[in-house]
């Protein structure tokens, strides 16, 4: 195949385990034929999956959601060793696709269903939602289950076919996924896994046979996908960055809250999308919230993610990871943020950085425009309720927010303000198979997951009987 794009360096499909800077192993790139028969066998396949009852395709949807949660120990030690996920995170993630993928197979009939809607002209109108073809999947490394299943779980069940390219760092996990679809009975070519190239990725969006992309990832990644998508005339969905707002009006305990906020920052290290990476707190909260989220920073040591030790924090995904959110926080540092705990960057070829806690972070810093990828929480003061709205929405993202008060009323008036795509009132972030999931602004486009998860790729095809 003819590359389309510029090939950047990649360093190919291996695991390289986080906690210890090894390359475990390594797979071969896809070979231009393999990408080619990858297509070839989607296209093929979904000419009979469109044509399969749905109610039989949720029966094969319904065999892989069992099939995360039998596999559950052995899909959890592959993505703590290719990622540095803590064990027991990593089992929550394969049980929580088997939510989704029931979901999907439950709800899928009645979501997929036609909707009849009023004429004025007689006869009668129906909206039919129909599959569109083969789609091209882009993970990330992150929730290297999870994102695929949100993905992956409701295009299935409208008809839809899937070539999954998944990232770089997460071979094993691609390849036990695709075994999963295969031992569930997954039609041959409904769902191919490729370790494509980054040059072929630009000719398989390009390729007439593809239908639409989904990207998780970067902003910057997302900004090439929506670009080669835009190009080729090709429906996306892009889920990139986030700096979600965490706001704190007032608490009846601030340091319990300060409790919750930590728990849900130090989530999969920090390395969330929707993570609370700016909390934003009224100046009476403020002490008491930034003591104990450094008493429970300076209360961590390095640990090894297979162990999962209490007490213990697990490496980032990379190395580069590591470096890069320790060069945000020195930049803020350097130019007069505070750093109340943490942030040590560890020796050798491992990628551990110590959890940190940071205030005095000022629009000059990088800190406060850029995401924070990693387990950093940044805790700004505010005087006021519309101060805190200000700082909330000014940033370049829009993917979740939260809002906190005793007055349930006081938060909503908030949170109905929330330049975001999922608003929350008195919790971190409302989570489930049923709820849709997205962003705006430089967050993306597009909803998976719920109701809306099946609303993308689809032929929203208007079918008209006159009298």
Known sequence: ??????????????????????????????????????????????????????????????????????????????????????????????????????????????????????????????????????????????????????????????????????????????????????????????????????????????????????????????????????????????????????????????????????DTRMENTGQACNSNKRMIVMEDVFDDFVAQLTARAQALTPGNPAEDAEGTFAPLSSRAAAEGIAAQVQDAVDKGATLHAGGVLSEGDAAYYSPAVLTGVTPEMRAYKEELFGPVAVVYKVASDEEALELANNTPYGLGGAVFSTDTARAEKVAQRLEVGMANVNTPAAEGAEVPFGGVKRSGFGRELGPLGMDEFVNKRMYFVAD
Not at 137 to 142: L, Y
Not at 208 to 227: C, F, N
């Open 1 to 262: 195949m003819t590359s389309t794009a510029s090939t950047p360096v990649e360093p190919g499909y291996r695991v390289l385990n986080p906690a210890t800077g090894e390359v475990v192993e390594t797979f071969p790139t896809a070979t231009d034929a393999e990408v080619e028969a990858a297509l070839a066998a989607a296209q093929s396949a979904f000419e009979s999956w469109r044509a399969t009852p749905i109610e039989d395709r949720a029966k094969v949807v319904s065999r892989i959601a069992e099939l995360f949660t039998e596999r559950a120990d052995e899909l959890a030690a592959i993505i703590t060793e290719e990622m540095g996920k803590p064990l027991s995170q990593a089992k929550g993630e394969a049980e929580f696709c088997t939510d989704i993928f029931k979901y999907f197979a439950d709800e899928g009939p009645v979501l997929a269903a036609d909707q009849e809607i009023k004429t004025f002209s007689g006869g009668r109108a129906v909206v039919q939602k129909l599959p569109i073809g083969p789609l091209l999947g882009i993970m990330p490394w992150n929730y290297p289950y999870y994102q695929v299943a949100r993905f992956a779980a409701p295009n299935l069940m409208l008809g839809n076919t899937i070539i999954l390219k998944h990232a770089e760092s997460c071979p094993r996990s691609a390849l036990a996924i695709q075994q999963i679809m295969d031992d569930a009975g997954v039609p041959k070519g409904a769902y191919v896994n490729v370790f494509a190239s980054h040059a072929q990725i630009a000719d398989i969006i390009a390729d007439p046979r593809i239908q639409g992309v989904s990207l998780t990832g970067s902003e910057r990644a997302g900004a090439i996908i929506g670009e080669l998508a835009g190009k080729n005339l090709k429906k996306a969905v892009l889920e990139l960055g986030g700096s979600d707002p965490f706001v704190v009006l007032d608490a009846a305990d601030p340091r319990a809250l300060a409790d919750t906020a930590w």
